[in-house]
T-cell receptor, first 116, second 113 residues
Framework: DAGITQSPRHKVTETGTPVTLRCHQT?????MYWYRQDPGHGLRLIHY???????DKGEVSDGYSVSRSKTEDFLLTLESATSSQTSVYFC???????????????FGSGTRLTVV | AQSVTQLGSHVSVSEGALVLLRCNYS??????LFWYVQYPNQGLQLLLK??????LVKGINGFEAEFKKSETSFHLTKPSAHMSDAAEYFC???????????FGTGTSLTVIP
């Protein structure tokens, strides 16, 4: 899966606690994304990054923050976890756009987060 | 904003039968379109993509999709289903700037022996 590692793979946390999920890539891809996957909603974009220290919000960014201090790492933080943030979180990367434009994403294996 | 609609959250076919998974998009300009497959407990894998080079796109595992601008559709097909095709399939469209992809809600494919 193009050298994308998500950690942890599973986590159970209590409401109100901060949680940080990590995405690490070894492909030197410029673009990185955090999505959440929920039944009936497909994948929804939380935040994305188009370079070191360059990030932007997606459609469901409330309650989440991100940081990208190195090309290879993209961190997603839930400042104060709520039950509505129970979900499967996927990191994706995209290399620089090629001759035909967008190359499509490469996905990590996901982090299953449960907030109790 | 762009969007995609996948008709049918669950599709069942017999082994050896035609697979047809439907995807319609909304876009004011020709978009980039993608199909991804997700096997249980795994991330999504790219099946194929449309980038305006050809309207009929061939992907991995015998899948193909045809871009029809007049119908704003990008349906995924496979002539003969195999048991290993059982998975969840997602259609996606890029934003006009290419900074974001918008995913459909997914279609779960069951293959009946």
């Amino acid at each position: 899966d193009a050298g994308i590692t998500q950690s942890p793979r599973h986590k159970v946390t209590e409401t109100g606690t901060p949680v940080t999920l990590r995405c690490h890539q070894t492909e030197n891809h410029r673009y990185m994304y955090w999505y959440r996957q929920d039944p009936g909603h497909g994948l929804r974009l939380i935040h994305y990054s188009y370079g070191v220290k360059d990030t932007d919000k997606g459609e469901v960014s409330d309650g989440y923050s991100v940081s990208r201090s190195k090309t290879e790492d993209f961190l997603l933080t839930l400042e104060s976890a709520t039950s509505s943030q129970t979900s499967v979180y996927f990191c994706a990367t995209e290399t620089d756009r090629g001759r035909l434009g967008l190359e499509g994403y490469t996905f990590g294996s996901g982090t299953r987060l449960t907030v109790v | 904003a762009q969007s995609v609609t996948q008709l049918g959250s669950h599709v069942s076919v017999s082994e050896g039968a035609l697979v047809l998974l439907r995807c319609n998009y909304s876009s004011s300009v020709p978009p980039y379109l993608f199909w991804y497959v997700q096997y249980p407990n795994q991330g999504l894998q790219l099946l194929l993509k449309y980038t305006s080079a050809a309207t009929l796109v061939k992907g991995i595992n015998g899948f193909e999709a045809e871009f029809k601008k007049s119908e704003t559709s990008f349906h995924l097909t496979k002539p003969s289903a195999h048991m290993s095709d059982a998975a969840e399939y997602f259609c996606a469209v890029s934003s006009n700037t290419g900074n974001q992809f918008y995913f459909g809600t997914g279609t779960s494919l069951t293959v009946i022996p």
